[in-house]
């Protein structure tokens, strides 16, 4: 079987390319799989960043495609949108994760998924007239594009109740991001370390690495002997961002670790005692874009006993447990007392760190592999 498996996003270091990518690895056992994306794709970072072996994947480049929605007020778009989208007649099984908050484009293989990454909450309160036009395409327009695809994975049960409306009698499936284990020495090894990883980005669903920065700084005062790491990846339209936060930590136990390799972060989520994330923070009610849309680096520490102090919204309430495996907050002055109020129990704390290690076996990716191979048996797929 031939795949391909399209992402706008394949040069960023991120959550849904390590979904695709691992979707990838784990079909390249058994079949011929091609990454496709408009701009170069970086397998050797794959491999260096996530893990992932990507021995047998191929990566084509494909010209620009224009938005579907675009096609509405300029008709004459068509014969190149049809054009661009040919060479989708090539595989037998076609994945796509579209780019956000855009209509999917047309697929003409023989088996088509589509993986939503970001929840668009498709509201049309815009400030002019061509998002308003857009979104009001975008809501007649979903429903018909989503029937047409076999199925439709979701990150979260969270990501699902935000879309439900638009997907109507689309087939879709919550398959949670794959998360590979990580070394977990046991409690009375960690140190004085508060970890934080996501990527270093503005706007969507940014990590709010301004809001862990500044409740270091209130922390700073009563527990000066620790530090936190900030780790990420970070694309060049980025650098600027990480320069505005080296700045506003430049006074502050605060280290930096960007496009970190994977030994490194490996290291970083073995030596950490807490893990902080603070993504959805003071977004809006009708911004659900904004939240977390799942927390795979919180599975991903969890796993290596770290104690989760996350942000109470979007995907992290269906790994967390308050006081079980980890902890929530939803102002700044509760992740500082949280924190502090950790710190100060953090003899007692190693139960809450063998919890989160077991919870975060539910992400596992053999668990992935298994519901994923299912999906493609459902299509009578081989997997």
């Known amino acids: 079987m031939k795949v391909g498996i399209y992402s706008p996003y394949f040069g960023i270091l991120g959550g849904g390319e390590l979904y695709l990518g691992t979707i990838a690895d784990i079909l390249s056992k058994g079949h011929q799989v091609e990454l496709i994306s ?11 960043f996530f893990g992932l072996e990507l021995t047998s994947v191929r990566t084509r480049k494909v010209d620009q495609i224009p938005f579907v929605e675009s096609l509405v007020p300029f008709p004459t778009r068509l014969p190149k949108y049809k054009r661009s989208t040919n060479f989708t007649a090539d595989y037998d099984l076609f994945i ?46 979903y429903p ?46 960690k140190k004085r370390l508060i970890l934080s990883v996501g990527r270093f980005f503005r706007g969507l669903h940014n990590k709010r690495h301004d809001v862990l ?4 700084r209130k922390l700073h005062d009563t527990f000066s002997e620790w530090r936190l790491a900030i780790a990420g990846g970070c694309n060049r339209d980025s650098e600027s961002y990480v320069e505005e936060l080296r700045n506003a930590a430049k006074d502050l136990p605060v280290d930096f670790y960007v496009n970190a390799p994977l030994d ?3 290291e970083l989520y073995r030596d950490a005692a807490f893990y902080w994330h603070a993504a959805g923070f003071q977004a809006p009610a009708n ?19 770290c104690v989760p102090i996350v942000f109470r919204g979007g995907g992290q309430l ?15 002055e509760e992740l500082i007392s949280k924190t502090v109020d950790a710190i100060q129990r953090q003899h007692q704390l190693e139960p809450i760190s063998n919890a989160a290690a077991e919870r975060s076996k539910e992400f596992s990716r053999d668990r992935f592999g298994e519901k994923l191979l299912g999906v493609l048996a459902s299509l009578r797929l081989g997997g």
């Open 213 to 216: 920065i500044e409740a270091m």
């Open 264 to 266: 490194q972060l490996n």
């Open 96 to 141: 796509i994760m579209p780019r956000n908050f855009r209509i999917p484009f047309r697929s003409l293989a023989r088996f088509n998924i589509l993986h939503l990454q970001v929840p668009d909450h498709g509201s049309v309160s815009h400030r002019n007239f061509s998002e308003m036009r857009n979104q009001l395409v975008k809501r007649f327009w």
């Open 38 to 48: 408009e701009s170069e794709i970086p397998l050797d970072s794959y491999r260096k």
């Open 144 to 189: 018909k594009r989503y029937r047409k695809f076999d199925a439709v994975l979701i990150n979260s049960k969270f990501h699902l109740d935000v879309i439900r409306d638009r997907l109507q009698n689309a087939r879709a499936i919550v398959l949670p991001p794959p998360v590979s284990p990580k070394s977990n020495p046991g409690w009375a090894e």
């Open 287 to 305: 911004m659900p874009e904004r939240m977390e849309h799942f927390g795979i680096s919180t599975v991903e520490a969890m796993s290596a006993g």
């Open 318 to 332: 269906e790994i967390v447990e308050e006081a079980a495996n980890g902890f929530f907050w939803q102002s700044k």
